[in-house]
């Protein structure tokens, strides 16, 4: 039988947020790529809540950015509404969050992908992986074509003998009704891969015509709008932002979903995947804080040209029935048209236990993957993955060395570390408190932690990759001029001071100082500042956070160095932990099976235990002085 | 590779001779010349040359801790490779312990088991053929320890730590909460809220710390049961023996209501006294049990305190006692003295190989060659306590002090105005040190407490 046989460098299953960052990653870097999807319409498509961002997410985004990724550039060009939550919080935990109009966003990252160089884009359904002594050689599709490569990255996000359920009714199918893939998860099995069954859930989309918005509190986008990417000019933002609404849920609407909990799929036992416990269907909020007599409810506007509002803190698997009265009992939406039903999503992902910390497979060479399929939730969590793996799957395929970024130096390195050194089972979410060393990883200085690493990959270009550079000199040059900038107690600087409630200088101090005081800041101080010349602001804004809070970075910084110590000492690939009779059982097994790549790894293993690293520790030296 | 600084004491503590504090590290020489005053004025550990000894004091602050000789050895001639300072005390073992504390309070790190041993290996001084040993000396000293710290911690403090962290991840997971979802969850006035918590938890550590100073918070010491039939004068006796100066009076029940435990330091001796002058009961038949029950303690003590009542006659049970005694490492105590004798030193000298002390516990005469006798017990090695006890209150001592510093970032946090996510860092650090008090590792705390206590939005 003759069938279709094309060879390509790399192979992307999957046009979700993995997907795209992945497929633009290998192509920008030069690699023949094609990306499968089971339909184009439904590239970076955004199947649940129409916005990108929000609490350590938005560190994901501006590291992506700062990394040569598309997400924070595509939200930049497509968002309705900007926020920076958390802003009377410190700088570590302000994060920025954007409604995006969904059409948009899919159809211009589209545009992107079908506009960039050795990019392939291609309808078809992958169903087996082909695996030659343990290395991968290619794909193929249901239809039989044979994709020869030298990588493949699986991106497959909630689509693996995927069913969307509500009540009694079951879908089999993908998100939104899309078409599910069926034969990949069998292909992975056999070759060994250890996979879970997640579930997660949207909540129903409501006609704005049926919506009675004098009801609800009018939810406004921040006045000066911040870009995600560091590219974006700042002006390009300031465009007429669409609002939100919020509402609230009422012991009636309780009662309702008390008197159908037995209808419920998940109640009722069908559905069989672990669904994440931080995004609770109202059903879950309703049993589990039955304390609480209501829930806040956002309405959010799907994008510009569709009557659809998402109805955000209501996600549910109730029968439509069911649903109607719920949604209908929430003030503002007594007259409710539900346009889509809310569902929950089952669907085949892997135990990430099986990656390196380069998202490449430890058993199958070659063979890589991000996103949903890695047990995570979210766009960003899955573009940052995707982001990383195509740089890697690249890297590797150019010959040159893999990339692994560390928990002090992104949210994505906790990200992945968690993934793959944490048994995780649930989709994960990131959080600022999975970040130890948060103070750090802000979202304002992710150009200047990571453009050095996106440079030295590729995909920061040399022009921004100088810009960035200067800044951080500049950056230190007026750091030094504050603290050596004296002011004495002229009627100026008292005055200053009075006004901002200031306790007043008894002697003479230097700038820094002043920066320093919780009332006061870089920019405020600016009139007793006499030699002060013009800055970028985002040069003044690491100015101003390094000066202010710099007894905690200092002190971060100090535990990042400890960290780093054990962080940089690796171990042999297929290390052999058996021969290690020192270490305990539990010990043993859990590192044979987890296979560390460093130390710092083993040690965030749970069950093995410092004294364990301390054998290792010694092991290793012997083995490093026997060579 | 540089490490931080470790100190620990490497002489064994079952005598209360010579003991030696051993500290390495990068900051081993700097943090020693805190404390050290040579008795040269304005000689520096920093300025000498190595491989030198110098006379002088341990001070911690103001207050003078020991007469000591401290030797001098950079790196990387030590045993560690590292520089090294060893502190040779000579006070007995609570200065010993108290030298350690004052080298950990300004810089250095209780060393883990194994520790100078590993870092001995790891840069390069241990011959490699030698690394299956040292592997060993880390596991053995660990499992030790491991197996140590635990029992030893009492149950009163290990269920007290445990309620301070209880509390702090739930303020912790509320403050994380609102930083994940600020649109559901507010802190507006929080700060109020935490300022009263942290307070809180800060006095209760402190007096975990004052009791740590008295050694109080270990089942530390010689386990020391006090058997004999009733009103023989057991408890008097033991009340005497803690005495006021000594106060110590944390009672824990033990598995049986009736039973008190103390923790006495004697002469630089720390015994763990299992009282068993509740097993009193009005019944007849009671008396025989009170026999059998402190038959049954006395088997698991290291030390037995038999008291006999000299005003009265010895009857059978107290003969069934003296034959337990027989190669147990006891004193047997002559109580009342001060009444008529009717039995008497030598009648009992005569039926055991035991020391016989008289005493009178109304008079206090006696007391002193007790305590003395039990001092050179100890000294001589008849009775042997672990060393590692006094390790394992040294390190949750240091941990207990290091969660209450970060408490104390946390309150100045809030006094300097700082935004909430500030508090949270150093409340998890506060919450890691008390975790690894009672051998709990992190794992997934902080996330689980968010998800089950907050309702997150979505």
Not at chain 1, 383 to 392: E, V, Y
Not at chain 1, 605 to 621: M, R
Request: charged share 30%; aromatic share 6%.
């Amino acid at each position: 039988m003759s069938a279709l046989v094309e060879n390509y460098d790399i192979v992307v299953v999957g046009g979700g947020h993995a997907g795209c960052e992945a497929a633009l990653a290998c192509s920008r870097l030069g690699l023949e790529t094609i990306l499968f999807t089971v339909n184009v319409e439904s590239i970076a498509l955004m199947p649940c809540n129409p916005n990108i961002g929000g609490s350590s997410k938005g560190h994901l985004v501006r590291e992506i950015d700062a990394l040569g990724g598309e997400m924070g550039k595509n939200i930049d060009k497509t968002f309705i509404q900007s926020k920076m939550l958390n802003k009377s919080k410190g700088p570590a935990v302000h994060s920025l969050r954007a409604q995006a109009d969904k059409a948009e966003y899919s159809r211009r990252m589209r545009q992107v992908l079908e506009n960039t160089e050795h990019l392939t884009i291609r309808q078809a359904e992958v169903a087996e992986i082909v695996v030659e002594d343990k290395k991968i050689t290619g794909i193929k599709t249901f239809s039989g074509a044979l994709y020869n490569c030298k990588s493949v990255i699986l991106c497959t996000g909630t689509y693996l003998n995927a069913r969307c359920l509500y009540g009694e009714v079951i879908n089999y199918t993908g998100p939104n009704g899309l078409q599910s893939a069926n034969y990949l998860s069998d292909s992975l099995k056999k070759n060994g891969i250890e996979m879970y069954r997640f579930k997660t859930g949207t909540p129903a989309r409501i006609d704005r015509r049926s919506i009675d918005f004098t009801k609800m509190e009018e939810q406004f986008g921040d006045e000066r709008v911040v870009p995600f990417s560091f590219s974006t000019n700042a002006e390009d933002v300031q465009i007429k932002q669409e609002s939100c609404w919020l509402t609230y849920t009422n012991e009636e609407t309780h009662e309702i979903i008390r008197a159908n909990l037995d209808r419920s799929p998940i109640y009722a036992g069908i559905i069989e995947g672990t669904g994440p416990r931080y995004c609770p269907s109202i059903e879950d909020k309703v049993v589990k804080f039955a304390d609480k007599n209501r829930h806040q409810v956002f309405l959010e506007p799907e994008g510009l040209y569709t009557n659809e509002m998402y109805v955000g803190g209501m996600s549910s698997s109730l029968p439509e029935d069911v649903q109607y009265r719920m949604y209908q009992s929430v003030a503002g939406l007594e007259n409710a048209k539900i346009v889509k039903n809310a569902y929950a999503i089952e669907y085949d992902c892997i135990n990430p236990r099986q990656l390196n910390p380069t998202l490449e497979f430890k058993e199958i060479e070659g063979l890589f993957s991000g996103g949903q399929f890695n047990g995570s939730s979210g766009y960003e969590e899955a573009a940052a993955q995707g982001l990383i793996a195509g740089i890697n799957a690249a890297l590797k395929t150019l010959g040159r060395e893999m990339i692994i970024l560390d928990r002090s130096e992104a949210y994505i390195g906790v990200l992945i570390d968690d993934l793959v050194t944490k048994e995780n089972r649930e989709p994960y979410r990131m959080m600022t408190s999975r970040a130890e060393y948060r103070l750090l990883l802000r979202q304002d200085n992710a150009v200047f932690r990571l453009s050095k690493t996106g440079h030295k990959a590729g995909l920061v270009n040399d022009e921004q990759y100088e810009r960035v550079m200067r800044m951080e000199e500049e950056i230190e040059k007026e750091i030094k001029r504050l603290e050596n900038t004296f002011v004495g107690t002229s009627k100026e600087v008292q005055d200053l001071l009075e006004r901002y409630e200031s306790t007043p200088l008894n002697s003479g101090t230097d700038l820094a100082e002043l920066v320093k005081r919780p009332e006061l800041s870089y920019d405020v101080i600016a009139p007793i500042d006499k030699d002060r010349i013009e800055l970028d602001e985002k040069v003044t804004e690491q100015v101003n956070i390094t000066i202010k809070y710099e007894g905690y970075i200092k002190r971060q910084l100090k535990q990042v160095e400890q960290f780093k110590k054990i962080e940089k000492k690796r171990i042999p690939e297929n290390f052999d932990y058996d021969v290690i009779s020192g270490l305990r059982i539990e010990a043993r097994q859990k590192l044979n099976l987890f296979k560390p790549v460093s130390i710092g790894q083993a040690s965030r293993i749970s069950g093995v235990t410092p004294a364990d690293i301390s054998v290792l520790l010694v092991y290793l030296e012997q083995l490093r002085n026997h060579k | 590779m540089k490490w931080d600084t470790i100190a620990a004491i490497a002489t064994a503590m079952s005598n209360s001779g010579i003991g030696i504090v051993r500290v390495s590290g990068e900051n081993a020489v700097e943090i020693v010349d805190k404390i050290f005053k040579s008795a040269k004025k304005n000689k520096k550990l920093s300025e000498v040359d190595t491989h030198t000894i110098h006379y002088g004091h341990i001070y911690d602050g103001d207050e003078m801790i020991d007469e000591v000789m401290v030797v001098l050895m950079k790196g990387p001639n030590s045993y560690t490779r590292e520089d090294s300072v060893e502190i040779d005390c000579h006070g007995g073992i609570l200065v010993v312990q108290r030298v350690l504390e004052t080298v950990i309070k300004n810089g250095a790190r209780c060393a883990e088991p194994g520790e100078f041993t590993k870092r001995a290996f790891l840069n390069g001084r241990i011959d490699l053929s030698q690394a299956e040993a040292v592997i060993d000396v880390i596991n053995s000293k660990n499992n030790f320890a491991l197996k140590n710290s635990l029992n030893q911690l009492k149950g009163s403090v290990q269920s007290k730590i445990k309620n301070i962290r209880e509390r702090l991840i739930y303020h912790i997971a509320f403050i994380e909460s609102a930083l994940d979802d600020p649109e559901h969850i507010s802190l507006d006035g929080y700060s109020d809220e935490l300022t009263v918590v942290v307070d809180e938890v800060m006095q209760e550590l402190e007096q975990l710390l004052e009791r740590a100073d008295d050694g109080k918070i270990l089942k530390e010491g010689i386990k020391t049961v006090i058997v004999g039939k009733p009103n023989v004068g057991k408890s008097s006796l033991l009340n005497h023996l803690v005495g006021e100066d000594r106060a110590i009076v944390t009672n824990i029940a033990g598995t049986t209501r009736d039973i008190i435990e103390e923790n006495i330091n004697l002469r630089g001796v720390s015994l763990n006294i299992i009282d068993t002058a509740g097993i009193r009961d009005t019944d007849d038949v009671v008396e025989k049990i009170g026999v059998e029950k402190s038959i049954q303690y006395a088997n698991d003590a290291d030390l037995i305190i038999y008291v006999v009542d000299s005003s009265t006659k010895l009857d059978e049970n107290d003969e069934q006692i003296i034959e337990m005694l027989k190669g147990r490492k006891a004193v047997i105590i002559l109580n009342k003295t001060d009444l008529d004798m009717v039995t008497t030193e030598d009648m009992l000298i005569k039926k055991t190989e035991n020391f016989v002390i008289p005493v009178s516990v109304k008079e206090n005469k006696g007391i002193d060659l007790l305590e003395k006798t039990i001092q050179n017990m100890f000294i001589k090695g008849t009775v042997e306590l672990n060393d590692e006890v006094y390790i394992t209150n040294i390190r949750q001592k240091s941990l207990i002090s290091n969660a209450f510093e970060s408490l104390k970032l946390v309150k100045n946090s809030i006094m300097d105005d700082m935004p909430e996510d500030f508090y949270s860092i150093d409340l998890m650090d506060a919450y890691e040190s008390l975790g690894q008090v009672i051998g709990e590792a992190m794992e997934d705390d902080l996330v689980n407490q968010i998800f089950s206590k907050f309702c997150m939005g979505k």
